[in-house]
């Protein structure tokens, strides 16, 4: 149980273009979903928290704007990367978690390169 | 001081070693403590969770929180090479409200030498 998809799982694009990632809870309703990017042999860092029906809270020195997050239903949420940018390449883990729970499953990941 | 610090590494043991992984963190809000095991280029996998101070044992990791000294520890038992991975910790509290926001280690590179 508890299984966290995300897709596509690598993305190569043009600078400039916009990137959607999809992540969605496999077998269980999540009423809060988090987007993480990592940078390689660093940890993961949280961008937003979004909860289901409701605007996602963003941490300090994300911009809002650049990183669209919507989390449409309990077992799916998006993030767009608008107008993608070379130093925008990372490695994008979205995770989910049920209502009263503190853990937090994730899922494998998004590779974007931005060329 | 970050609120979480763990030794980035890279720990070499060989096959069969018993594994010590550590954790510090400076907040006494947090309750909730996990070990996350990573692979290189894939998410996070949930490998132990811990409520409060205490001992966890799931087959050979043996999770372990000490609030009074505010560390935790992960021990793996047994080493096998497929644990070769990176492991993180993360907690969670009463953080501003957020109690599902979790906070996470450096993560700790550990490669097992078969």
């Known amino acids: 149980g508890a299984v966290v998809s995300q897709h596509p799982s690598r993305v190569i694009c043009k600078s400039g273009t916009s990137v959607k990632i999809e992540c969605r809870s496999l077998d269980f309703q999540a009423t809060t979903m988090f987007w993480y990017r990592q940078f390689p042999k660093q940890s993961l860092m949280l961008m937003a928290t979004s909860n289901e029906g409701s605007k996602a809270t963003y941490e300090q020195g994300v911009e809002k704007d650049k990183f669209l997050i919507n989390h449409a239903s309990l077992t799916l949420s998006t993030l767009t990367v608008t107008s993608a940018h070379p130093e925008d390449s990372s490695f994008y883990i979205c995770?989910?978690?049920?209502?009263?729970?503190?853990?937090?499953?994730f899922g494998p990941g998004t590779r974007l390169l931005v060329l | 001081q970050k609120e979480v610090e763990q030794d980035p590494g890279p720990l070499s043991v060989p096959e069969g070693a018993i594994v010590s992984l550590n954790c510090t963190y400076s907040?006494?809000?947090?309750?909730?403590f996990m070990w996350y095991r990573q692979y290189s280029r894939k998410g996070p996998e949930l490998l132990m969770y811990t409520y409060s101070s205490g001992n966890k044992e799931d087959g050979r990791f043996t999770a372990q929180v000490d609030k009074s000294s505010k560390y935790i520890s992960l021990f793996i038992r047994d080493s096998q090479p497929s644990d070769s991975a990176t492991y993180l910790c993360a907690m969670s509290g009463t953080l501003g409200g957020a109690t599902n926001k979790l906070i996470f280690g450096t993560g700790t590179l550990l490669a097992v030498q078969p």
């Open positions: 907040n006494s809000a947090f309750q909730y």
């Open positions: 995770s989910a978690s049920v209502s009263g729970g503190e853990t937090q499953y």
